[in-house]
C-alpha cells in the first residue's frame, strides 16, 4: 500500500498539530516533517522550516512527543533536513552535519525510520573531487544510522538553479552512475534514495528507470511535478542554468504522467510512503493558495491509488 502525504515545507505558518489535521482532515495517511535548526538556516526557498526542533528537545521531551504522537491519526514518514554537508565553506558544513545527526538521534527516540537529506557538493570542484570529499564525511553519518537502525533517503535534487549554485550544484547525488559510485562506498541498505522524479526530467533523463533499477533503495518518495519549456530550452541551451528552461509544478500540471509513474512503484512492489511536494510559484500567494495546490495534487494523485 502506497502511503500518500505531503511534505511539511510548505506550511511555515502552521504547528506540528495543525499540520497533522489538516493532514487528518484532507485524508492524507503521512507528512513529511522539516526539522531545519533554530539558526544557521540556509536562505533559500522553503529552508528554515521546522515543526520539529531537535535542537533544543531533551530526550525525555522527545519521548513524550513520541507518545503524542502515537495517538494522532496521521503518521509522520520521515524527518527532512535539506542543507549542504559538503560545503567548501567547512564551518557551514560541519554544522549542517551535526544537525544531520541530530535528527538521526532524535528520529531514533521519536521511532520515526527515515531521515531525509542531501548528500551536499562543493559546486566549484569537479564530481571526482566530491567523490572524495564524500568518501570522508558520509560513511560516520550513516555509520550513526546504521547503529540505531534508521534509513537515509538522498534526493536526488542537483541543487542547481540559480548563479550562486553554478557550476556543479550543491547536491552530488543526482544520476544513476553517482548512485552507482556512492552506493559502492557505503553499502549499507539504510543508505537509499528519497527519490523525486522531477529532477530527472529537467535533466533528459527517464523518471521511471531509476524505479526499476533502484527499487531497493526506495527509501522515501517525493511527488513534484516540473515543466520543460522547449521553446525556451532551444534558446538557452542545456547548459544554461535549469531555471531558465524549466518551472517545478504541482503534480497533474507538468510533463510526468503519474499514471505510470504509480505503476512502476506498483511493478516493484514499493510500499512506502509518496509525499507531495510543492515548489509551484503560481500558488504561492497565500495560505489558502497553498492549500489548494497541495489538494488539486492530492485529487490528481488519488485517481492512480486503489
Not at 137 to 149: F, G, Q, T
Not at 218 to 232: A, F, M, R
Amino acid at each position: 500500500m502506497l502511503d500518500l502525504g505531503f511534505v511539511s515545507a510548505i506550511l511555515p505558518n502552521k504547528t506540528l498539530w495543525e499540520v497533522l489535521d489538516f493532514a487528518h482532515a484532507q485524508q492524507f495517511a503521512c507528512v513529511e516533517i522539516m526539522c531545519w535548526p533554530s539558526s544557521n538556516a540556509d536562505t533559500r526557498r522553503y529552508a528554515g522550516v521546522s515543526h520539529i526542533a531537535v535542537d533544543s528537545l531533551s530526550s525525555d521531551e522527545l519521548l513524550a512527543l513520541k507518545a503524542q504522537l502515537a495517538l494522532h491519526p496521521v503518521k509522520i514518514s520521515a524527518l527532512g533536513y535539506y542543507p549542504n554537508p559538503m560545503d567548501p565553506n567547512e564551518e557551514q558544513a560541519l554544522f549542517y552535519r551535526e544537525h544531520i545527526k541530530k535528527i538521526i538521534h532524535a528520529a531514533a527516540i521519536l521511532g520515526i525510520g527515515t531521515v531525509n537529506t542531501f548528500v551536499g557538493r562543493d559546486y566549484t570542484k569537479n564530481v571526482a573531487y566530491n567523490i572524495g570529499k564524500f568518501t570522508e564525511v558520509w560513511p560516520e553519518i550513516v555509520a550513526l544510522a546504521d547503529s540505531l537502525n534508521i534509513k537515509i533517503g538522498i534526493e536526488n535534487c542537483p541543487m542547481f538553479f540559480t548563479d550562486d549554485e553554478w557550476p556543479g550544484g550543491k547536491n552530488l547525488m543526482t544520476t544513476p552512475k553517482i548512485w552507482d559510485q556512492l552506493f559502492s562506498i557505503i553499502p549499507s541498505k539504510n543508505f537509499g534514495l528519497n527519490y523525486d522524479p522531477s529532477h530527472m526530467v529537467f535533466q533528459m533523463m527517464d523518471y521511471t528507470y531509476p524505479i526499476y533499477h533502484y527499487a531497493e533503495k526506495l527509501h522515501h518518495v517525493h511527488l513534484k511535478d516540473v515543466k520543460v519549456y522547449t521553446e525556451k530550452l532551444n534558446r538557452v541551451g542545456i547548459l544554461a542554468n535549469p531555471l531558465e528552461y524549466h518551472s517545478p509544478k504541482i503534480p497533474g500540471l507538468g510533463d510526468i504522467h503519474w499514471g505510470k509513474f504509480i505503476s512502476a512503484l506498483n511493478d516493484v512492489r514499493y510500499r512506502g510512503p509518496i509525499v507531495i511536494e510543492v515548489e509551484d510559484k503560481a500558488y504561492e500567494g497565500s495560505d489558502e493558495d497553498i492549500e489548494k495546490a497541495i489538494l488539486s495534487a492530492r485529487n490528481h494523485i488519488k485517481q492512480y491509488l486503489p
